[in-house]
């Protein structure tokens, strides 16, 4: 069992910056694909930023150049840098992993955290 707890959202102005983080309650090491979605009410549910289980990073067109995402193996976090926020970026965001147990993938989401970018 994984848990991920999400902290840093808030309101933030456009052009504004924000920091969220995702803590997970294991070793970052054993988990094999790890990042950031987020989801608008009506909408579906769409990639932000991940690791993937090669180790390099995928970023949705829309947030390239403006977001970062970041790990810190010792404290088993995952990190989102979010620069230059724009209306737009306005979302649940949430923290999503992959670990894979012998040849079964489980996934795990945490409980999300808003980010409303406004003036």
């Known amino acids: 069992q994984v848990q991920l707890v999400e902290s840093g959202g808030g309101l933030v102005q456009p052009g504004g910056s924000l920091r969220l983080s995702c803590a997970a309650s294991?070793?970052?090491?054993?988990?094999?694909?790890m990042g950031w979605y987020r989801q608008n009410p009506g909408k579906e549910r769409e990639l932000v930023a991940v690791f993937t289980s090669g180790g390099t990073t995928n970023y949705a067109d829309s947030v390239k150049g403006r977001f970062t995402i970041s790990r810190d193996n010792a404290k088993n976090t995952v990190s989102l840098q979010i620069d230059n926020v724009k209306p737009e970026d306005t979302a649940v965001y949430y923290c999503?992993?992959?670990?894979?147990?012998?040849?079964?993938?489980?996934?795990?989401w945490g409980q999300g955290t808003q980010v409303t970018v406004s003036s």
């Open positions: 999503y992993a992959i670990k894979v147990v012998g040849a079964t993938e489980i996934d795990y």
């Open positions: 294991v070793s970052i090491f054993s988990i094999n694909y």
